[in-house]
Structure formats: C-alpha cells, structure tokens
C-alpha cells in the first residue's frame, strides 16, 4: 500500500511540472530574427534615414534607408490621401461652382434681342406662381457669360456661355434657385431662345482628380412659370425637354401685348466632398534584412510631413514605433 502511494505522489508532481510548463510556453513567443534564445522575442528595432538631403525638386525620386526589424511598415507620404493627420478623421473639401451653357437665339424678333436674363434667388420659396416668383428677390447674373448676342438663321447654332465662377452665390448656405428670365416685348415679333447643356461643376482646390458635374440640365428641374398674355397663347408655348429649354412665341406680337416667363430650377446646393479617410501604404520589408530602401517621388512642391509606423506581425505585445521626417518638395 505505501509503494502504490509513492508512485502515485510521484505521477502527480510530474503532471504539475508538465502543466506548469507548458503554461509557461503559451506566454513565449518565437523570434523570426535568430535570436540566441529562439523562445524569447526579439524587441522591435525601427529608425528612418533619408538617402541625401531632405530638400527634393517635384519628379525627384526620394529614397528613404529603413533601419530595423520591423517586418511591416505604414508608410504616409503627407499628400492628400495619403497624409497620417487624417487617419483617424474625414477629409471635407469645400467644393467651388462653375456653371455653364449653351446658348442660341434665331430670328425673326429685332425689337427682342435681349430677350433672356439669367437671374437666381435664395428666398424664393418653392412655389411655383407668377405672383409667388415675383416677391422673390431675383438678382442678374448673365454678365458673368457669354449671351449669344446675334440672331442665327437656324435653331442648331449654339454659343458657348464659359465657365463662370458662382460659389459667391452658395455663401449664405440657403439653397440657390436659377431662372432664365424671358420675354417677347409688345408690338414685335418674337425671338426665340434656347438652352442646352446646362450644368453646375463643382471644382475641388488643390485636388483636381476629385472635382466633376454636380447638376446636368436634367437635374436643374427646371420648369416655366408664365405671365398671363404669355400663358394665354393658343400655341407655341415654351417648353422644357431633359437636353433643350426653349422660349417661343407668337410669330407676329405687333398687335400683341408684352409677355415674359420664368425657367425655374429646383432649390441647388452645393454639397462639400467627402473623401473618407487617408489610407497608408502598407510596406511588406524582407525579414532578416536590417536595412531596407524605400523609394517615392512627390509631383507636386510643397512641405510634406513624411510618417513611417513599424510593427512587427509576430509580436503582438510590442508597441508600434514612429518616425517622422520633413520633406521640402520645390518646383
């Protein structure tokens, strides 16, 4: 009886030798380094030297030593996109409007050349009746384009309005409504008008890539609120189509009293641009390699702040290590 409990003492102080072991083991983690101890992590090392000097011309390419261990590295350029100060935050660009259009007038109407106003409102208040329209504040902004001036012998001749610049318009933050203003004076023959290609750009400072449309002319939603000499015409009513706005008309108003109109958009805002979040590179170093060479070229000048983040993928417990660098890019 007294042999049987030895033997049982002794399996069982080896059976806790052997759990205490191996819980042991569970906190060790292994070195991909060589370290002499291959059970003992090895600390991670990182440190970032620059090839020449920190001053670079835009095109040159800019080579960066990485020094260390580090098995991955985050690499942020401080270009747009690609800058660490927004990591952790969304990057808003305020966005400025240019608006342009085609335009074309043909005959036979010589006492309404200047038969088209382009105007916009921030109290107008969405309801679309003549009186309604008129007790909102319409302010002129055609002299910002180019109106086609002369009469054209066909419908299909169009002149280019340029690129105007109305974000002055988007600065109170009301939504913006756009009119087309047009008439046909009493006793004349009328002009007709017409208007294609109608858009709203928003342009992007500083990052060209990010700017494009805002509004086509199907988007404007523009419709006609008439006056009533003008709303009381039999035929030749103007008309709104998703590519054409037309003014028409009465061929002969030399009997005829004045008439006008309003094209009228749907309320326009202009919306900043969202580009989420930067992202960084994410640079993959060759293990067992303690210097690694990194290359980029900055396109355009400016002063960037360049910011390395190293981690190792096999310690988990290992804080990350960070190193900046200042880098002047001239033209």
């Known amino acids: 009886m007294r042999n049987f409990i030895n033997r049982y003492l002794i399996m069982l102080c080896m059976f806790a030798l052997l759990v205490s072991c191996n819980e042991a083991m569970e906190d060790i983690e292994p070195s991909p380094y060589g370290s002499d101890n291959p059970t003992v992590p090895a600390p991670i090392a990182f440190d970032v030297k620059m090839k020449e000097s920190n001053t670079f011309k835009a095109g040159d390419t800019v080579k960066f030593i990485l020094e260390g261990n580090a098995n991955i590295v985050n690499f942020y350029s401080g270009t747009a996109g690609n800058d660490y100060a927004f990591r952790d935050k969304e990057r808003l660009y305020d966005v400025m409007a ?27 208040n969405g309801t679309y009746t003549y009186e309604n329209i008129k007790n909102a504040t319409w302010k002129p902004i055609t002299s910002r384009f180019l109106l086609q001036n002369e009469l054209q012998a066909t419908a299909t001749t169009f002149a280019a309005s340029g690129n105007g610049d109305v974000s002055d318009l988007f600065s ?13 004076n009493a006793g004349t023959n009328r002009t007709q008008f017409r208007v294609q290609n109608f858009k709203l750009e928003g342009i992007v400072a500083g990052n060209s890539s990010l700017s494009g449309d805002l509004y086509s002319q199907l988007q404007f939603g523009f419709q006609w609120v008439l006056n009533g000499a003008a709303a009381a015409q039999a035929s030749n009513l103007p008309t709104v189509s998703s590519t054409l706005l037309t003014w028409s008309g009465i061929f002969n108003n030399l009997t005829g009293p004045y008439k006008d109109g309003y094209a009228i958009s749907k309320p326009i805002v202009l919306p900043q641009f969202n580009a989420g979040k930067d992202m960084p590179t994410v640079i993959i170093t060759k293990q067992k390699e303690n210097v690694f060479e990194y290359k980029y070229i900055y396109k ?32």
């Open 300 to 331: 355009e000048a400016g002063n960037y702040e360049v910011v390395f983040v190293a981690s190792n993928t096999t310690s988990s417990k290992q804080p990350e290590i960070l190193k900046k660098v200042n880098i002047t890019i001239s033209r």
């Open 98 to 124: 240019r608006l342009s259009f085609e335009s074309n007038k043909t005959p036979v109407g010589s006492g309404n050349i200047d038969c088209a106003e382009l105007l916009y409102a921030t109290d107008f």
């Open 172 to 184: 109170g933050g009301k939504p913006v409504y756009f009119a087309w203003l047009c008439k046909t």
